[in-house]
C-alpha cells in the first residue's frame, strides 16, 4: 500500500492562511471518511488535530479544518500562529487487510 | 489524564532483535487498541500492527510479518513490540498511539500517542 501524497513543504506569514492536501486513492481516503491529521512538534508527542475528516478534537483551535473532496483531503490552517510551525501528517483507514495509511508530511513553516 | 509513554532509544547490530515498550495510564487499558507506527528517517509514516489489550488479538501489516509481535501485560498497561531480524533499513523513530474509542469500538483515529523512540541499526 502505498503512502498517501503530501508536499514536502508549506508556508505563510503570520496570520495567514495555508493548505496541506493528501492524495490518496479510492482505496483509502475516497473510500472512508476516515481521514486524520496530526501535528509533529520535535521531541513532543504527536498531536490529532482533525479527525473524520472535518472534525476537531476538544481544545484544538478552530483555525485548523479539514476537507476532503474525492481522494484528496486537505487541511486548512487560517491566521498562521508561530506555534503552528511543525510537521503535519494525513492518515487514512484503508479497509481491513492493509487498516491505515499515512502521509509522506509536510513542513509548515511560519515566516 | 492519558499519558502514553515509551522506552528509550536503542542501538542494534544488524540481525538482533529490538524491544521497545509502550506504557500507558490514566483510562481503562483493555478498552482501547493500541497501535505503532514507524518514521524513518526523511520519510513519512509507516503502520506497522496493532495489538486488542483486552484479549491479546494482533494484526500486523503485511511487511512486518514474521518479523515483528505486539504482546502485552494488562497487569502494567503496557504494551510491548519486538522486531526481530533487524536491517539499517530498520532505523528510525517508533511511536505507540491509542486508537480512540467509544464503548469499545475503535474509532479509526489516533488519539494520544507516545513521545516515539529512536532505532539505530548500525554495524
Known amino acids: 500500500q502505498s503512502a498517501l501524497t503530501q508536499p514536502p513543504s508549506a508556508s505563510g506569514s503570520l496570520g495567514q492562511s495555508i493548505t496541506i492536501s493528501c492524495t490518496g486513492t479510492t482505496s483509502d481516503v475516497g473510500g472512508y471518511n476516515y481521514v486524520s491529521w496530526y501535528q509533529f512538534h520535535p521531541g513532543k508527542a504527536p498531536k490529532l488535530i482533525i479527525y473524520e475528516v472535518s472534525r476537531r478534537p476538544s481544545g484544538v483551535p478552530d483555525r485548523f479544518s479539514g476537507s476532503k473532496s474525492g481522494t484528496t483531503a486537505s487541511l486548512t490552517v487560517t491566521g498562521l500562529q508561530a506555534e503552528d510551525e511543525a510537521d503535519y501528517y494525513c492518515a487514512s483507514y484503508a479497509g481491513p487487510n492493509t487498516h491505515y495509511v499515512f502521509g509522506t508530511g509536510s513542513t509548515v513553516s511560519v515566516l | 489524564q492519558v499519558q502514553v509513554v515509551q522506552s528509550g532509544a536503542e542501538v542494534k547490530e544488524p540481525g538482533a532483535s529490538v524491544r521497545l515498550s509502550c506504557k500507558t495510564s490514566g483510562y481503562t487499558f483493555t478498552n482501547y487498541y493500541i497501535h505503532w507506527v514507524r518514521q524513518a528517517p526523511g520519510q513519512g509514516l509507516e503502520w506497522v500492527a496493532l495489538?486488542?489489550?483486552?484479549?491479546?488479538?494482533?494484526i500486523y501489516a503485511q511487511r512486518f510479518q514474521g518479523r515483528v509481535t505486539l504482546t502485552r501485560d494488562t497487569s502494567t498497561t503496557t504494551v510491548y513490540m519486538q522486531l526481530s531480524s533487524l536491517s539499517s533499513d530498520d532505523t528510525g523513530v517508533y511511536f505507540c498511539a491509542r486508537e480512540a474509542g467509544e464503548s469499545g469500538e475503535p474509532l479509526k483515529r489516533f488519539d494520544y500517542w507516545g513521545q516515539g523512540a529512536l532505532v539505530t541499526v548500525s554495524s
Open positions: 495489538i486488542v489489550p483486552s484479549n491479546g488479538f494482533t
